[in-house]
Protein backbone atom coordinates (compact mmCIF):
# COMPACT_ATOMS: atom_id res chain seq x y z
CA UNK A 1 0.00 0.00 0.00
CA UNK A 2 1.17 3.27 -0.69
CA UNK A 3 1.13 6.27 1.64
CA UNK A 4 1.01 9.14 -0.71
CA UNK A 5 -0.74 9.84 -4.15
CA UNK A 6 1.22 12.02 -6.10
CA UNK A 7 -0.11 15.86 -5.89
CA UNK A 8 -0.56 18.11 -8.86
CA UNK A 9 2.47 20.11 -8.57
CA UNK A 10 0.48 22.72 -11.07
CA UNK A 11 -1.94 24.35 -8.48
CA UNK A 12 -1.75 24.95 -5.13
CA UNK A 13 -3.10 21.36 -3.57
CA UNK A 14 -1.74 20.31 -0.18
CA UNK A 15 -2.48 17.29 1.91
CA UNK A 16 -4.20 17.47 5.09
CA UNK A 17 -4.38 14.89 7.81
CA UNK A 18 -7.21 13.48 9.96
CA UNK A 19 -6.50 12.39 13.05
CA UNK A 20 -9.14 10.42 14.78
CA UNK A 21 -10.44 10.21 17.71
CA UNK A 22 -9.34 8.44 20.70
CA UNK A 23 -8.27 8.64 24.60
CA UNK A 24 -5.06 10.01 25.23
CA UNK A 25 -3.43 6.91 25.55
CA UNK A 26 -4.64 4.93 22.82
CA UNK A 27 -2.72 4.41 19.49
CA UNK A 28 -2.74 7.44 17.06
CA UNK A 29 -4.59 6.76 14.17
CA UNK A 30 -4.92 9.22 10.82
CA UNK A 31 -5.19 9.36 7.66
CA UNK A 32 -4.42 11.89 4.45
CA UNK A 33 -6.75 13.54 1.38
CA UNK A 34 -6.09 16.01 -0.65
CA UNK A 35 -7.08 19.73 -0.60
CA UNK A 36 -6.74 23.08 -2.55
CA UNK A 37 -5.53 26.20 -0.82
CA UNK A 38 -7.72 28.08 -3.78
CA UNK A 39 -10.97 26.48 -2.28
CA UNK A 40 -10.53 27.66 0.93
CA UNK A 41 -10.22 24.69 3.18
CA UNK A 42 -11.01 24.38 6.72
CA UNK A 43 -8.07 23.08 8.74
CA UNK A 44 -5.63 23.95 11.90
CA UNK A 45 -1.86 23.89 11.44
CA UNK A 46 0.53 22.81 13.75
CA UNK A 47 3.53 24.13 14.62
CA UNK A 48 6.47 22.47 16.36
CA UNK A 49 9.92 21.35 16.12
CA UNK A 50 10.78 17.66 15.13
CA UNK A 51 13.04 16.93 17.62
CA UNK A 52 15.26 14.28 18.07
CA UNK A 53 15.02 11.89 14.43
CA UNK A 54 16.67 8.83 16.05
CA UNK A 55 14.12 8.65 18.84
CA UNK A 56 10.53 7.61 17.26
CA UNK A 57 7.06 6.06 17.98
CA UNK A 58 4.69 4.20 15.42
CA UNK A 59 1.06 5.80 14.26
CA UNK A 60 -1.02 4.66 11.61
CA UNK A 61 -1.81 6.91 8.85
CA UNK A 62 -3.77 5.35 6.43
CA UNK A 63 -3.08 1.64 7.61
CA UNK A 64 0.41 1.85 6.94
CA UNK A 65 2.71 2.15 10.22
CA UNK A 66 4.34 5.59 10.07
CA UNK A 67 7.41 6.39 12.58
CA UNK A 68 7.40 9.80 13.87
CA UNK A 69 9.26 11.81 16.35
CA UNK A 70 8.49 11.59 20.16
CA UNK A 71 8.07 15.19 20.02
CA UNK A 72 5.73 15.18 16.69
CA UNK A 73 3.76 12.05 18.77
CA UNK A 74 3.07 14.33 22.01
CA UNK A 75 1.90 16.73 20.11
CA UNK A 76 -0.24 15.02 18.13
CA UNK A 77 -1.91 13.25 21.42
CA UNK A 78 -2.52 16.31 22.48
CA UNK A 79 -4.40 17.74 19.75
CA UNK A 80 -6.33 14.48 19.30
CA UNK A 81 -10.12 15.07 20.60
CA UNK A 82 -12.02 11.93 22.40
CA UNK A 83 -14.98 12.98 20.64
CA UNK A 84 -14.74 13.68 17.02
CA UNK A 85 -11.33 14.07 14.09
CA UNK A 86 -9.64 16.81 13.76
CA UNK A 87 -8.29 18.09 9.73
CA UNK A 88 -4.95 19.38 10.77
CA UNK A 89 -1.55 20.17 8.47
CA UNK A 90 1.88 19.17 9.82
CA UNK A 91 4.93 18.96 7.59
CA UNK A 92 6.59 15.75 8.70
CA UNK A 93 3.38 13.80 7.43
CA UNK A 94 1.39 16.19 5.22
CA UNK A 95 4.62 16.63 2.46
CA UNK A 96 6.12 13.48 0.92
CA UNK A 97 9.90 14.74 2.64
CA UNK A 98 11.74 12.11 0.02
CA UNK A 99 9.83 13.40 -3.29
CA UNK A 100 12.28 16.64 -4.27
CA UNK A 101 9.89 18.38 -6.60
CA UNK A 102 6.69 18.01 -4.55
CA UNK A 103 9.20 19.62 -1.33
CA UNK A 104 10.40 22.40 -3.45
CA UNK A 105 6.90 23.33 -4.15
CA UNK A 106 5.28 22.76 -0.58
CA UNK A 107 8.24 24.64 0.95
CA UNK A 108 6.79 27.30 -1.37
CA UNK A 109 4.10 27.11 -0.27
CA UNK A 110 3.96 26.79 3.31
CA UNK A 111 3.16 30.59 3.85
CA UNK A 112 0.00 30.07 2.53
CA UNK A 113 -0.98 27.25 4.13
CA UNK A 114 -0.21 28.86 7.36
CA UNK A 115 -2.32 31.57 6.81
CA UNK A 116 -5.51 29.97 5.04
CA UNK A 117 -5.15 28.08 8.64
CA UNK A 118 -8.21 28.65 11.43
CA UNK A 119 -5.63 28.38 14.35
CA UNK A 120 -1.76 27.05 14.35
CA UNK A 121 -1.36 25.60 17.34
CA UNK A 122 2.51 25.98 18.50
CA UNK A 123 3.35 23.07 20.55
CA UNK A 124 5.95 23.75 23.17
CA UNK A 125 6.48 20.48 25.13
CA UNK A 126 5.58 19.47 28.20
CA UNK A 127 3.41 21.00 31.08
CA UNK A 128 5.16 20.87 34.93
CA UNK A 129 4.20 22.79 37.59
CA UNK A 130 6.83 25.31 37.23
CA UNK A 131 5.40 26.11 33.56
CA UNK A 132 1.78 25.71 34.86
CA UNK A 133 2.59 28.46 37.28
CA UNK A 134 4.27 30.67 34.65
CA UNK A 135 1.42 30.35 32.07
CA UNK A 136 -0.78 31.92 34.86
CA UNK A 137 1.12 34.90 35.50
CA UNK A 138 1.38 35.10 32.01
CA UNK A 139 -2.51 35.56 31.64
CA UNK A 140 -2.83 37.39 34.87
CA UNK A 141 -0.88 40.67 33.47
CA UNK A 142 -2.01 40.39 30.14
CA UNK A 143 -5.57 40.61 31.40
CA UNK A 144 -4.91 43.76 33.50
CA UNK A 145 -2.43 46.09 32.00
CA UNK A 146 -2.88 48.50 35.04
CA UNK A 147 -2.09 45.94 37.73
CA UNK A 148 1.60 46.71 39.22
CA UNK A 149 4.55 43.88 39.35
CA UNK A 150 5.91 45.42 42.61
CA UNK A 151 3.75 43.64 45.63
CA UNK A 152 4.39 46.94 47.45
CA UNK A 153 2.32 48.97 45.17
CA UNK A 154 -1.72 49.38 45.52
CA UNK A 155 -3.29 47.54 42.75
CA UNK A 156 -0.46 44.51 42.76
CA UNK A 157 0.05 41.04 41.75
CA UNK A 158 1.12 38.41 44.73
CA UNK A 159 4.50 38.30 45.70
CA UNK A 160 5.34 34.83 44.56
CA UNK A 161 4.17 35.76 41.15
CA UNK A 162 7.35 38.29 40.62
CA UNK A 163 9.97 35.80 42.27
CA UNK A 164 13.38 35.73 41.07
CA UNK A 165 12.39 32.09 40.06
CA UNK A 166 9.27 32.75 38.30
CA UNK A 167 11.59 35.40 35.94
CA UNK A 168 13.87 32.50 35.65
CA UNK A 169 11.32 29.80 34.98
CA UNK A 170 9.93 32.32 32.47
CA UNK A 171 13.14 32.36 30.77
CA UNK A 172 13.43 28.88 30.16
CA UNK A 173 9.94 28.38 28.76
CA UNK A 174 11.04 31.51 26.42
CA UNK A 175 14.36 29.19 25.78
CA UNK A 176 12.51 26.01 24.78
CA UNK A 177 13.50 24.53 21.37
CA UNK A 178 10.69 25.83 19.51
CA UNK A 179 11.79 29.84 20.10
CA UNK A 180 14.98 29.21 18.52
CA UNK A 181 14.18 27.59 14.80
CA UNK A 182 13.76 28.78 11.62
CA UNK A 183 10.51 27.46 10.48
CA UNK A 184 8.44 28.41 13.65
CA UNK A 185 9.20 32.34 12.80
CA UNK A 186 6.61 32.02 9.68
CA UNK A 187 4.44 29.85 11.47
CA UNK A 188 3.90 32.42 14.37
CA UNK A 189 3.61 35.29 12.40
CA UNK A 190 1.35 34.64 9.60
CA UNK A 191 -1.69 33.25 11.11
CA UNK A 192 -4.46 35.25 12.54
CA UNK A 193 -5.01 33.19 15.60
CA UNK A 194 -2.00 31.58 17.25
CA UNK A 195 -2.39 29.25 20.32
CA UNK A 196 0.48 28.48 22.55
CA UNK A 197 0.68 24.84 23.84
CA UNK A 198 2.10 23.15 26.80
CA UNK A 199 1.01 19.90 27.66
CA UNK A 200 -3.21 20.30 28.44
CA UNK A 201 -2.68 24.13 28.91
CA UNK A 202 -3.68 26.54 25.61
CA UNK A 203 -2.76 30.03 25.98
CA UNK A 204 -3.56 32.38 22.86
CA UNK A 205 -0.64 34.52 21.99
CA UNK A 206 -2.52 37.56 22.51
CA UNK A 207 -2.02 36.98 26.37
CA UNK A 208 2.05 36.18 25.31
CA UNK A 209 1.78 39.69 23.62
CA UNK A 210 -0.09 41.57 26.74
CA UNK A 211 2.16 39.95 28.92
CA UNK A 212 5.40 41.84 26.91
CA UNK A 213 3.35 45.07 26.77
CA UNK A 214 2.53 45.04 30.70
CA UNK A 215 6.41 44.32 31.16
CA UNK A 216 7.43 47.23 29.14
CA UNK A 217 4.94 49.67 30.57
CA UNK A 218 5.75 48.85 34.40
CA UNK A 219 10.02 48.56 33.97
CA UNK A 220 10.80 52.04 33.51
CA UNK A 221 7.87 53.54 35.42
CA UNK A 222 6.14 53.00 38.38
CA UNK A 223 7.61 49.01 39.09
CA UNK A 224 11.24 49.78 38.62
CA UNK A 225 12.54 49.21 42.26
CA UNK A 226 11.57 46.04 41.99
CA UNK A 227 13.51 45.25 38.41
CA UNK A 228 16.78 47.25 40.13
CA UNK A 229 16.43 44.61 43.19
CA UNK A 230 16.38 41.56 40.35
CA UNK A 231 20.24 39.69 39.94
CA UNK A 232 21.10 41.69 36.36
CA UNK A 233 22.21 38.93 34.38
CA UNK A 234 18.92 37.23 35.35
CA UNK A 235 17.35 40.15 34.35
CA UNK A 236 18.91 41.23 31.28
CA UNK A 237 18.28 37.48 30.09
CA UNK A 238 14.23 38.30 31.30
CA UNK A 239 14.22 41.49 29.28
CA UNK A 240 15.48 39.80 25.89
CA UNK A 241 13.56 37.03 26.34
CA UNK A 242 10.37 39.17 26.61
CA UNK A 243 11.80 41.26 24.33
CA UNK A 244 11.59 38.50 21.48
CA UNK A 245 7.09 39.00 21.75
CA UNK A 246 7.65 41.99 21.66
CA UNK A 247 9.45 41.76 17.84
CA UNK A 248 7.57 38.46 16.92
CA UNK A 249 4.17 41.04 17.76
CA UNK A 250 5.90 43.29 15.82
CA UNK A 251 6.06 41.33 12.54
CA UNK A 252 2.48 40.43 12.88
CA UNK A 253 1.38 43.62 12.63
CA UNK A 254 3.53 44.29 10.34
CA UNK A 255 3.15 41.31 8.44
CA UNK A 256 2.99 42.24 4.98
CA UNK A 257 5.30 45.15 5.06
CA UNK A 258 8.13 44.49 6.45
CA UNK A 259 11.02 43.40 3.63
CA UNK A 260 12.07 39.76 3.61
CA UNK A 261 15.46 40.61 4.17
CA UNK A 262 14.14 42.46 7.62
CA UNK A 263 13.02 39.15 8.01
CA UNK A 264 16.17 36.81 7.58
CA UNK A 265 18.40 39.24 9.17
CA UNK A 266 16.64 39.54 12.62
CA UNK A 267 16.16 36.12 12.78
CA UNK A 268 19.46 34.94 11.23
CA UNK A 269 20.39 33.17 14.67
CA UNK A 270 17.58 30.71 14.75
CA UNK A 271 18.59 27.00 13.99
CA UNK A 272 17.36 24.79 10.60
CA UNK A 273 18.96 21.33 10.49
CA UNK A 274 19.54 22.05 6.29
CA UNK A 275 21.22 25.32 5.99
CA UNK A 276 19.38 26.41 2.82
CA UNK A 277 16.49 26.61 5.25
CA UNK A 278 18.06 29.82 6.48
CA UNK A 279 16.95 31.56 3.23
CA UNK A 280 13.77 29.11 1.93
CA UNK A 281 11.83 28.75 5.81
CA UNK A 282 11.61 33.22 5.43
CA UNK A 283 9.97 32.98 1.61
CA UNK A 284 6.50 32.98 3.16
CA UNK A 285 7.22 36.89 5.05
CA UNK A 286 7.22 39.62 3.14
CA UNK A 287 4.97 38.57 1.03
CA UNK A 288 4.48 41.68 -0.71
CA UNK A 289 8.32 42.60 -1.08
CA UNK A 290 9.59 42.05 -5.06
CA UNK A 291 12.97 40.35 -3.32
CA UNK A 292 11.39 37.40 -2.09
CA UNK A 293 9.11 36.86 -5.10
CA UNK A 294 11.82 35.69 -7.69
CA UNK A 295 13.44 33.32 -4.77
CA UNK A 296 12.12 29.76 -5.23
CA UNK A 297 13.31 26.29 -3.20
CA UNK A 298 15.28 23.96 -4.84
CA UNK A 299 17.10 21.50 -2.55
CA UNK A 300 19.00 20.04 -5.10
CA UNK A 301 21.52 22.83 -5.19
CA UNK A 302 24.30 23.51 -3.43
CA UNK A 303 24.26 25.45 0.14
CA UNK A 304 26.63 28.08 -1.87
CA UNK A 305 24.52 28.13 -4.79
CA UNK A 306 21.18 29.17 -2.63
CA UNK A 307 23.00 31.57 -0.59
CA UNK A 308 25.07 33.34 -3.53
CA UNK A 309 21.38 33.21 -5.29
CA UNK A 310 19.77 34.88 -3.16
CA UNK A 311 22.18 37.37 -2.13
CA UNK A 312 22.31 38.55 -5.95
CA UNK A 313 18.77 38.66 -6.07
CA UNK A 314 17.87 40.93 -3.07
CA UNK A 315 21.00 42.82 -4.86
CA UNK A 316 19.22 43.57 -7.39
CA UNK A 317 16.82 46.00 -5.70
CA UNK A 318 19.55 48.70 -5.68
CA UNK A 319 18.14 50.11 -1.96
CA UNK A 320 18.99 46.57 -0.51
CA UNK A 321 22.70 47.37 0.02
CA UNK A 322 22.18 46.93 3.33
CA UNK A 323 22.58 43.07 2.59
CA UNK A 324 26.21 43.79 2.88
CA UNK A 325 25.95 44.53 6.43
CA UNK A 326 24.79 40.57 6.89
CA UNK A 327 28.72 39.87 6.02
CA UNK A 328 30.31 39.16 9.94
CA UNK A 329 33.92 39.68 10.38
CA UNK A 330 33.75 36.03 12.26
CA UNK A 331 32.97 34.76 8.63
CA UNK A 332 36.38 34.61 7.29
CA UNK A 333 37.53 33.10 9.93
CA UNK A 334 34.87 30.14 10.78
CA UNK A 335 35.76 27.00 8.52
CA UNK A 336 32.53 25.93 7.27
CA UNK A 337 32.85 22.42 5.96
CA UNK A 338 28.83 22.83 4.27
CA UNK A 339 29.22 25.82 3.06
CA UNK A 340 32.64 26.39 0.83
CA UNK A 341 33.99 29.19 -0.80
CA UNK A 342 31.40 31.65 -0.65
CA UNK A 343 32.11 34.99 -2.03
CA UNK A 344 33.10 37.71 0.31
CA UNK A 345 29.96 39.81 -0.13
CA UNK A 346 27.89 37.12 0.47
CA UNK A 347 26.10 36.59 4.10
CA UNK A 348 26.79 33.28 5.47
CA UNK A 349 23.92 32.62 7.64
CA UNK A 350 25.12 29.47 9.59
CA UNK A 351 27.71 31.70 11.45
CA UNK A 352 27.23 30.67 14.90
CA UNK A 353 27.62 34.18 16.59
CA UNK A 354 24.31 35.15 19.17
CA UNK A 355 22.15 37.73 18.70
CA UNK A 356 23.51 40.50 20.56
CA UNK A 357 27.08 39.70 18.60
CA UNK A 358 25.60 40.77 15.39
CA UNK A 359 23.84 43.71 15.94
CA UNK A 360 26.75 46.78 16.31
CA UNK A 361 25.30 49.67 17.35
CA UNK A 362 25.17 51.41 13.86
CA UNK A 363 24.18 48.23 11.82
CA UNK A 364 21.19 47.77 14.28
CA UNK A 365 18.25 46.16 12.23
CA UNK A 366 15.52 45.88 15.51
CA UNK A 367 12.53 46.78 13.95
CA UNK A 368 10.74 49.01 16.74
CA UNK A 369 14.65 51.16 16.50
CA UNK A 370 14.37 54.93 15.50
CA UNK A 371 18.59 54.27 15.59
CA UNK A 372 20.15 57.03 13.20
CA UNK A 373 20.21 56.36 9.89
CA UNK A 374 23.01 57.27 8.10
CA UNK A 375 23.62 58.02 4.20
CA UNK A 376 27.39 57.72 3.73
CA UNK A 377 26.87 56.80 -0.41
CA UNK A 378 24.06 59.05 -1.61
CA UNK A 379 22.64 58.43 -5.20
CA UNK A 380 24.59 61.59 -6.89
CA UNK A 381 27.16 59.82 -9.30
CA UNK A 382 30.33 62.32 -9.92
CA UNK A 383 30.52 60.52 -13.58
CA UNK A 384 27.98 59.67 -15.91
CA UNK A 385 29.15 56.41 -16.94
CA UNK A 386 28.58 54.62 -13.84
CA UNK A 387 26.08 52.12 -13.40
CA UNK A 388 22.51 53.10 -11.48
CA UNK A 389 23.00 49.96 -9.48
CA UNK A 390 24.75 46.99 -8.08
CA UNK A 391 24.70 43.85 -10.35
CA UNK A 392 25.33 40.70 -9.73
CA UNK A 393 27.33 38.62 -12.32
CA UNK A 394 27.35 35.23 -12.21
CA UNK A 395 29.82 33.11 -10.77
CA UNK A 396 30.49 35.30 -7.42
CA UNK A 397 30.92 38.85 -8.52
CA UNK A 398 29.34 41.75 -7.77
CA UNK A 399 30.08 45.02 -9.88
CA UNK A 400 29.24 48.08 -7.47
CA UNK A 401 29.62 51.99 -7.60
CA UNK A 402 32.56 53.11 -5.10
CA UNK A 403 34.24 55.92 -4.17
CA UNK A 404 37.30 54.76 -2.45
CA UNK A 405 38.24 57.42 -0.39
CA UNK A 406 40.74 56.54 2.66
CA UNK A 407 43.76 53.42 3.49
CA UNK A 408 43.93 52.36 6.69
CA UNK A 409 47.43 53.13 7.98
CA UNK A 410 46.55 52.02 11.61
CA UNK A 411 44.53 49.96 13.75
CA UNK A 412 43.79 49.31 17.42
CA UNK A 413 43.74 46.10 18.93
CA UNK A 414 40.58 44.70 19.09
CA UNK A 415 38.60 42.97 22.05
CA UNK A 416 39.56 39.80 22.73
CA UNK A 417 37.79 37.01 21.52
CA UNK A 418 36.67 35.83 25.11
CA UNK A 419 34.52 39.26 25.53
CA UNK A 420 33.29 39.89 21.59
CA UNK A 421 30.07 38.56 22.24
CA UNK A 422 29.63 40.24 25.44
CA UNK A 423 27.63 43.48 25.74
CA UNK A 424 28.09 44.88 29.37
CA UNK A 425 31.65 46.42 30.16
CA UNK A 426 34.66 44.94 31.36
CA UNK A 427 37.79 46.07 32.80
CA UNK A 428 39.96 45.02 29.88
CA UNK A 429 37.78 47.07 27.30
CA UNK A 430 38.67 50.28 29.13
CA UNK A 431 42.12 48.41 29.01
CA UNK A 432 41.76 48.04 24.94
CA UNK A 433 39.78 52.28 24.77
CA UNK A 434 43.13 53.87 26.51
CA UNK A 435 45.51 52.47 23.98
CA UNK A 436 43.03 53.59 21.49
CA UNK A 437 43.39 57.08 22.87
CA UNK A 438 47.42 56.96 22.58
CA UNK A 439 47.14 55.42 18.98
CA UNK A 440 45.31 58.66 17.99
CA UNK A 441 47.59 60.88 20.57
CA UNK A 442 44.68 62.11 22.51
CA UNK A 443 46.20 63.03 25.52
CA UNK A 444 49.01 64.52 23.50
CA UNK A 445 46.76 66.50 21.04
CA UNK A 446 43.29 66.83 22.64
CA UNK A 447 42.78 70.12 21.58
CA UNK A 448 43.82 69.62 17.65
CA UNK A 449 41.33 70.30 15.33
CA UNK A 450 39.82 66.75 13.14
CA UNK A 451 40.00 67.09 10.11
CA UNK A 452 37.31 68.80 8.45
CA UNK A 453 36.22 69.97 11.23
CA UNK A 454 34.75 73.39 9.87
CA UNK A 455 31.37 70.75 8.61
CA UNK A 456 31.70 69.05 12.09
CA UNK A 457 29.66 70.54 15.40
CA UNK A 458 29.74 69.35 18.59
CA UNK A 459 28.85 71.84 20.91
CA UNK A 460 27.12 75.20 19.31
CA UNK A 461 29.81 77.04 17.34
CA UNK A 462 32.59 74.66 18.27
CA UNK A 463 34.88 73.13 15.86
CA UNK A 464 35.51 69.27 16.77
CA UNK A 465 38.54 68.24 18.01
CA UNK A 466 40.11 64.69 18.11
CA UNK A 467 39.15 64.83 21.70
CA UNK A 468 35.24 65.19 21.10
CA UNK A 469 35.90 62.87 17.95
CA UNK A 470 36.96 59.72 19.95
CA UNK A 471 33.94 60.20 22.12
CA UNK A 472 31.59 60.28 19.04
CA UNK A 473 33.41 57.27 17.02
CA UNK A 474 33.55 54.95 20.44
CA UNK A 475 29.66 54.59 20.05
CA UNK A 476 29.20 55.60 16.40
CA UNK A 477 27.98 59.09 17.63
CA UNK A 478 24.38 57.02 19.55
CA UNK A 479 23.34 56.58 22.84
CA UNK A 480 20.79 54.01 23.35
CA UNK A 481 18.15 54.95 25.00
CA UNK A 482 17.92 52.01 27.25
CA UNK A 483 21.53 50.76 29.59
CA UNK A 484 21.14 47.45 28.15
CA UNK A 485 20.18 48.43 24.69
CA UNK A 486 17.00 46.90 24.26
CA UNK A 487 14.21 48.73 22.99
CA UNK A 488 11.24 46.58 24.76
CA UNK A 489 8.44 48.68 24.10
CA UNK A 490 10.20 51.87 23.56
CA UNK A 491 12.67 53.32 21.01
CA UNK A 492 16.67 53.99 20.84
CA UNK A 493 17.27 57.43 20.88
CA UNK A 494 19.80 58.96 17.75
CA UNK A 495 21.90 61.68 19.04
CA UNK A 496 24.98 63.33 20.23
CA UNK A 497 26.96 62.63 23.23
CA UNK A 498 28.26 66.11 24.54
CA UNK A 499 28.42 65.13 28.04
CA UNK A 500 30.61 61.90 26.89
CA UNK A 501 34.05 62.46 28.89
CA UNK A 502 31.85 62.77 32.24
CA UNK A 503 29.84 59.76 31.77
CA UNK A 504 33.23 57.83 30.77
CA UNK A 505 35.18 58.64 33.96
CA UNK A 506 32.08 57.96 35.63
CA UNK A 507 31.96 54.18 33.84
CA UNK A 508 35.90 54.19 34.92
CA UNK A 509 35.70 54.82 38.55
CA UNK A 510 32.66 51.77 38.80
CA UNK A 511 34.63 49.10 36.82
CA UNK A 512 38.07 49.88 38.80
CA UNK A 513 35.83 49.64 42.18
CA UNK A 514 32.32 48.23 41.67
CA UNK A 515 31.78 47.91 45.49
CA UNK A 516 32.75 52.09 45.94
CA UNK A 517 30.97 53.64 43.04
CA UNK A 518 27.91 52.91 41.63
CA UNK A 519 27.39 54.40 38.32
CA UNK A 520 24.73 57.20 37.10
CA UNK A 521 22.23 56.28 34.53
CA UNK A 522 23.83 58.37 32.01
CA UNK A 523 27.41 56.74 32.41
CA UNK A 524 25.39 53.02 32.56
CA UNK A 525 24.45 54.25 29.24
CA UNK A 526 27.52 55.30 27.52
CA UNK A 527 29.04 52.63 28.41
CA UNK A 528 26.60 50.18 27.10
CA UNK A 529 26.33 52.37 23.98
CA UNK A 530 30.28 52.35 23.67
CA UNK A 531 29.89 47.95 23.88
CA UNK A 532 26.98 47.87 21.79
CA UNK A 533 29.29 49.82 18.55
CA UNK A 534 32.39 48.36 19.33
CA UNK A 535 31.15 45.05 18.98
CA UNK A 536 33.97 42.84 16.85
CA UNK A 537 35.43 46.19 15.96
CA UNK A 538 38.50 48.10 16.32
CA UNK A 539 39.36 51.40 15.81
CA UNK A 540 41.20 52.47 12.72
CA UNK A 541 43.16 56.04 11.79
CA UNK A 542 43.66 56.78 8.22
CA UNK A 543 46.96 57.09 6.44
CA UNK A 544 45.70 60.20 4.06
CA UNK A 545 43.42 63.29 4.57
CA UNK A 546 44.83 64.27 7.81
CA UNK A 547 44.31 61.29 10.00
CA UNK A 548 40.08 60.38 9.70
CA UNK A 549 39.07 58.17 12.42
CA UNK A 550 36.71 55.74 12.63
CA UNK A 551 35.50 51.71 13.32
CA UNK A 552 36.34 48.79 11.17
CA UNK A 553 35.92 44.83 11.20
CA UNK A 554 38.82 43.03 13.66
CA UNK A 555 39.78 41.61 10.67
CA UNK A 556 40.91 44.75 9.11
CA UNK A 557 44.47 45.52 8.22
CA UNK A 558 46.91 47.97 7.53
CA UNK A 559 46.72 48.79 3.61
CA UNK A 560 43.16 48.00 3.54
CA UNK A 561 40.55 51.02 1.65
CA UNK A 562 37.90 52.66 2.64
CA UNK A 563 35.03 53.23 0.27
CA UNK A 564 31.27 54.48 0.26
CA UNK A 565 29.01 52.42 -2.43
CA UNK A 566 26.36 54.47 -4.00
CA UNK A 567 23.15 54.20 -2.06
CA UNK A 568 24.70 52.93 0.87
CA UNK A 569 24.15 53.68 4.43
CA UNK A 570 27.81 53.06 5.88
CA UNK A 571 31.15 52.99 4.84
CA UNK A 572 32.90 49.97 3.97
CA UNK A 573 36.65 48.08 4.45
CA UNK A 574 37.89 46.71 0.94
CA UNK A 575 41.30 44.54 0.68
CA UNK A 576 42.66 44.42 -3.27
CA UNK A 577 42.31 41.52 -4.97
CA UNK A 578 44.67 40.34 -7.56
CA UNK A 579 45.26 42.57 -10.43
CA UNK A 580 45.03 45.83 -9.74
CA UNK A 581 43.88 46.54 -13.62
CA UNK A 582 40.68 44.42 -12.74
CA UNK A 583 39.41 46.55 -10.38
CA UNK A 584 38.43 43.47 -8.19
CA UNK A 585 38.05 43.43 -4.50
CA UNK A 586 37.79 41.52 -1.39
CA UNK A 587 35.09 42.49 0.82
CA UNK A 588 35.42 42.63 4.76
CA UNK A 589 33.49 44.59 6.28
CA UNK A 590 31.06 47.69 7.72
CA UNK A 591 32.81 50.73 8.89
CA UNK A 592 31.83 53.72 11.07
CA UNK A 593 34.12 56.85 9.67
CA UNK A 594 33.54 60.16 11.20
CA UNK A 595 33.06 63.12 9.10
CA UNK A 596 32.11 60.82 6.69
CA UNK A 597 28.85 59.02 7.03
CA UNK A 598 26.26 61.92 5.62
CA UNK A 599 27.54 62.09 1.78
CA UNK A 600 30.92 63.58 2.96
CA UNK A 601 33.54 61.29 0.89
CA UNK A 602 32.31 62.39 -2.29
CA UNK A 603 34.28 65.55 -1.41
CA UNK A 604 37.42 63.08 -1.12
CA UNK A 605 36.53 60.62 -4.01
CA UNK A 606 34.32 59.88 -7.49
CA UNK A 607 32.22 57.05 -8.12
CA UNK A 608 33.74 54.44 -9.86
CA UNK A 609 32.56 50.70 -10.70
CA UNK A 610 34.57 48.26 -9.13
CA UNK A 611 33.73 44.55 -8.53
CA UNK A 612 33.37 42.75 -5.40
CA UNK A 613 34.74 38.95 -5.53
Known amino acids: MKLYADLNLQVKQIRLLEIHQ ?176 CGKRRVDAASFFGFSRSFARHLSDCCGQLFLSQNQPMLRNFRYRVDSLYTMEYFRYKKSTATYLDQISYFRTRSCKDPKDKIYGFLGLGWEDPDRTDIQPDYSLSHQSVYEEAAGRILDNPKNLSLLHEVLPEQSLQRNTRINHLPSWVPDWTINVPLNAVRPMFNVRQPHSTLRSYAAGPDNPAKKDVRASVLYQKPGKLAVPAAIFGVIGALGDSRKASVREVTTAR ?131 VGDQVAVFRGGSLSYILRRHGDPEKKEWTYIGTAYVHGAMDGEALDLAEYENIVLV
Open 22 to 197: GAFLDQIFCSLSTALLTESPQYDALSYVWGDSHAKKPVMAGGIPVRVTENLDAAMRHLRRFDRSIFVWIDALCINQENTPERNQQVAMMGDIYQGAQEVFAWLGDLDAETDKILSMIEIFSGDLMLHWDPVLPHAVAEDMVSASQFEGLCRLLSRPWWTRVWTVQEAILPERLIFV
Open 427 to 557: FEDLVTIQKWRSLAHIDEEADRLYFNSSQLRTHKDDPATIEDVFWEVLCSSLLLSSPDGLTIGGQAQAQGVPEARQAYAEAIKFLKSPMQHYPEQRATQFLSSIIQSIGSRRLFISSNHHGLMGLAPFTAR
